[in-house]
């Protein structure tokens, strides 16, 4: 019954995401705006820090990017030092305490900037963001069936043990080699960029979960919300993403795909 309601709750997920990307841009925003406000008010709940500034950074930062044209450059380069931030975070022993300035620098950084970005890409081709979320569900799910198969040795057992090094590997292999033919049939991009996108989306993908996983054993929960029957919060079906958006774009416009 588990594994039905997660893939029932899967499929409205992934409808209201992808439905909502082809239908138009303002509806799309729209979508990303409550999911971003449920994902933010979960942080909060999960930390016990109220911070209320958090919920203006999303709309403030997309109006922006439609007001000044330089404010995108801006955003990137924003989302790339949230990355950078997400990863000393993961990465360091040393212990960060969960305050009212990690979750607003979270709720900036982590949240709000990656999911403009977001909007702003599909603004200029859908396609791009579909791309981008068959990666990250790709490879949760090939990391799932093959770490639960022949997954034996933990990836970080201290953060989340469940989570293996085979899986980690079978999950990114799967992926590329699916959206290297899905890339080709589409023709989106070249090889090159197809390949790198998904490597690199993929790994963040696996990291960006893990930022999570450790927010959430600091704070001794096991889901970020319970909204999303079978999977927990919001927050825990967009963490594999947040991570990996700022990144993702980046290598598009490095190739000249995006401006």
Not at 13 to 39: D, E, H, K, Q, R
Not at 43 to 56: P, S
Not at 232 to 244: H, N
């Amino acid at each position: 019954m588990t594994l039905f309601v997660r893939f029932i709750t899967s499929l409205f997920y992934a409808g209201l995401l992808l439905g909502s990307l082809y239908i138009n841009t303002p509806f799309f925003s729209l979508v990303i705006l409550v999911m971003t406000f449920i994902s933010l008010f979960e942080i909060q709940r999960i930390t016990a820090k109220k911070v209320a500034v958090v919920y203006v950074f999303f709309p403030v930062a997309l109006l922006l990017s439609f007001v000044f044209e330089q404010a995108n450059l801006g955003l990137l380069i924003a989302g790339i030092i949230g990355v950078l931030l997400m990863m000393i975070f993961l990465f360091t022993k040393k212990n960060i305490d969960l305050s009212k300035t990690f979750v607003t620098v979270l709720g900036l950084f982590g949240v709000s900037i990656p999911l403009v970005l977001l909007v702003l890409l599909s603004n200029q081709n859908p396609a791009f963001v579909a791309f981008l979320f068959g990666i990250i569900w790709l490879n949760d799910s090939g990391a799932y069936l093959v770490g639960t198969s022949v997954g034996k040795h933990s990836l970080v057992p201290s953060i989340s043990p469940n989570k293996t090094i085979e899986g980690n590997i079978g999950g990114i292999a799967i992926t590329t080699i699916i959206m290297f033919f899905v890339g080709s049939y589409f023709e989106l991009f070249d090889v090159k960029t197809t390949i790198t996108l998904t490597v690199i989306t993929a790994v963040c993908g696996g990291l960006g979960d893990l930022v999570q996983s450790k927010i959430k054993r600091k704070c001794g929960v096991k889901d970020s919300g319970k909204i999303l029957p079978g999977h927990g919060g919001m927050y825990d079906r967009l963490d594999s993403s947040l991570l990996a958006i700022p990144l993702y774009i980046f290598i598009l416009v490095l190739f000249g795909y995006v401006s």
